[in-house]
């Protein structure tokens, strides 16, 4: 549902997320201001891009899974060339999201008003507490957010409440700032540092949104491990000295982290 303004396009990396798609999918295309989906299917082993196809999105699909960061650049390379192939208004908002929000998708339109409004470059959802399925507390550390946050607070001296959060606004001008996207997990944690080193505004907002939370088993703690890598390597990549990430370091990498996790 357009309304006045530059036209939104959504952007939604998505991998082995049938379940949840379609609602998301419909949430998002109710949004003010949003003309468009993209949702890039991201190597899935089920119907994900189908169902995504069915519920009104335009899918580009990777045969293989290529990670988070290279999701959104495709969907976002789609989109231009669409642009271009039939003369389209250029886009100018770019709200990202995780394919995992269903039907709460619908409550993102305060990330797109500043945006939209020429207030900010960049608009970050801080969510509230969130419950795995069975409603328990999620498991994990804080290792990575506490890394991710203090990074950034570091490189930027800007301190977030929410560093890894996926659910974001952006113009089309501090998109391509960020390019190219850190890689895999680490691109929310990159495209913030950016975006705040070109002196553009970055604002959080909190707001009600409900997505699959983790748990303590050890797929879980192993995608953890994966998010500190790659947050490591952003944060790492932008100048911040490896052996100034105190908590990577003592934990011995990688490695040592999994070594916690199967005390």
């Not at 999105?57 to 271009?84: C, D, F, P, T, Y």
């Amino acid at each position: 549902m357009s309304s006045a303004g530059p036209p939104v396009a959504c952007i939604i990396p998505a991998k082995d997320e049938q379940d949840r798609i379609v609602a998301t999918v419909t949430a998002a295309r109710a949004l003010p201001y949003v003309d468009v989906v993209f949702v890039c299917d991201d190597g899935s082993s089920d119907e994900t891009g189908r169902y995504a196809h069915g519920a009104g999105a335009i899918v580009v699909s990777h045969k293989r899974n290529r990670g988070k960061a290279a999701a959104i650049e495709s969907a976002v390379n789609a989109l231009g060339v669409l642009e271009q192939r039939d003369n389209l208004p250029e886009a100018r908002v770019l709200l990202l999201l995780d394919a995992d929000l269903g039907e709460s998708a619908a409550n993102c339109a305060p990330l797109i008003e500043p945006v939209v409004a020429g207030a900010a470059d960049l608009t970050i959802a801080v969510l509230p507490a969130q419950k795995t399925d069975d409603g328990a507390d999620p498991g994990g550390f804080g290792l990575v957010t506490g890394t991710a946050s203090r990074g950034i607070a570091e490189l930027t001296g800007w301190t977030p409440r929410a560093p890894l959060s996926g659910q974001r606004c952006l113009t089309r001008r501090a998109f391509e700032l960020a390019s190219p996207l850190a890689a895999g997990w680490g691109v929310e944690v990159g495209m913030t540092i950016d975006v705040l080193r070109a002196g553009l505004r970055v604002e959080e907002i909190e707001i009600d949104l409900r997505h699959r939370a983790t748990g303590t088993d050890l797929g879980a703690q192993l995608h953890r491990a994966k998010q500190l890598r790659d947050v490591t390597r952003a944060l790492t990549a932008r100048g911040l000295v490896a052996s100034r990430i105190a908590d990577f370091k003592e934990s011995g990498g990688v490695s040592g982290l999994l070594k916690r996790i199967s005390r």
